[in-house]
């Protein structure tokens, strides 16, 4: 069948690695023809193009206005836009294709007149993928608010989101704390169409591990202390981290000799966490940059534990795909996370991790202790990556999309 995915990922191929073109690739390798709108932003010079990978892959690079690393005013004009251009550029460049699937995820919510219009051209079925809660996430972070000025931004949003439920023949969320969520929440929305499809990976590993010595040689040449447990963050750094009360944490593990944090990533609150490392010049602590994905992943086999962070104000259960990078590399995982998520549950009942509170400095630095005390964490990395065969590769969110079919 003729499968459509709406994103606002920009990718070439779907040969790149990433949970939304590893889903894609099954679906190509399962023998029907995937077509994507992906754009790219005005400020990277480009035209809007098209890419025939071959006869059964396309992939729609979209202009459109700027959306990341942008002041809030063009982000806001460039995502209420959306809609509009993908409408178009579905008309022009996929008009005498007639689409069976139409698959999408948030974010963002405001692709929904663009579902709507291809459902009712073709009669397609139409699968949304729920990746994120928005507005309702931004209300949580102090972005934006249910009253005053920004109280009619919210009240936009929020019936965009319900348009955007309502027009979904089926709602595939992350775990079982996102369903029930969006049940609460939505009254309206029938039981029956929302589901578990979760983040998922092609597994990879068959990748060639690092022998010890390897290992040794790299953690000399990036100054990584041998004889530490090396927890690893990797990913956005932003408001949703809740960054302040890392640094909290971060200042107390420096009176911890057995262990070490790397943190990797880029976003809003870099520099101030940039910033608090260098003012207290922390030893045990290391920032660095995002790094690509190839050096990333080669980077997780120096380090023992993988980390997740979480704000604790959040009211909607988060479910960070970075969880499966961790798996994917047998990395055992620690996650500080608030009481909403069932991600951390998920971790402790895999016996793959452990999970604490992120409100709660003490309990973080005892459970940073307890996991540097460890003598077999490889255990719990080979428990990580069955959890993650069973549950989170591409077959299993394959498998819950096509039984509809």
Request: aromatic share 10%; proline share 3%.
């Amino acid at each position: 069948m003729n499968v459509l995915f709406l994103t606002l990922l920009d990718f070439n191929s779907i040969d790149e690695h990433n949970i939304y073109t590893d889903l894609l690739r099954k679906f190509y390798q399962e023998g029907h023809s995937v077509y994507v709108v992906s754009p790219v932003e005005r400020k990277n010079n480009q035209k809007t193009h098209y890419i025939k990978c071959d006869n059964h892959v396309g992939i729609l690079k979209l202009k459109i206005g700027n959306i990341q690393k942008t002041n809030i005013i063009e982000k806001g004009i460039s995502t209420v836009t959306l809609e509009q251009k993908f409408i178009q550029g579905i008309k022009k460049y996929y008009s005498d294709i007639k689409f069976d699937l139409i698959l999408y995820s948030t974010p963002p919510i405001t692709l929904q007149k663009a579902v709507k219009y291809v459902k009712t051209r073709d009669n397609a079925t139409t699968y949304l993928m729920l990746k994120d809660i928005f507005p309702q996430n931004a209300v949580d972070m102090g972005m934006l608010s249910k009253h005053g000025l920004k109280g009619i931004l919210y009240k936009y949003f929020r019936l965009k989101e319900k348009a955007l439920y309502r027009d979904s023949d089926y709602i595939g969320c992350m775990s079982r704390a996102n369903v029930d969520y969006v049940l609460k929440h939505n009254p309206e929305v029938e039981r029956n169409k929302v589901e578990i499809c979760p983040n998922c990976i092609e597994v990879s590993s068959q990748v060639k591990k690092l022998d010890s010595k390897e290992i040794a040689k790299l953690k000399k040449k990036y100054g990584i202390p041998q004889g530490k447990k090396i927890f690893v963050y990797g990913g956005n750094l932003g408001r949703p981290q809740g960054i302040g009360f890392i640094i909290e944490c971060i200042k107390r593990i420096e009176h911890e000799k057995g262990i070490y944090i790397i943190i990797i990533g880029s976003g809003t609150e870099y520099a101030r966490l940039e910033e608090a490392i260098q003012k207290k010049s922390l030893k045990n602590t290391k920032l660095y940059a995002a790094l690509p994905k190839e050096d990333y992943d080669a980077f997780l086999q120096l380090c023992d534990v993988g980390l997740i962070f979480l704000d604790f104000r959040f009211t909607i259960p988060n479910f960070p795909s970075r969880l499966l990078a961790y798996m994917d590399k047998q990395l055992p995982v620690m996650a500080i996370v608030d009481d909403v998520t069932d991600v951390g549950k998920v971790i402790e009942d895999g016996g793959f991790g452990w999970s604490c509170q992120s409100k709660n400095v003490e309990d973080v630095i005892e459970t940073f202790v307890k996991i540097a005390n460890e003598k077999e964490l490889s255990i719990y990395g080979q428990r990580a990556l069955l959890f993650l065969q069973d549950n989170y590769s591409v077959d299993v969110a394959y498998s819950a999309i096509m039984k509809h079919f």
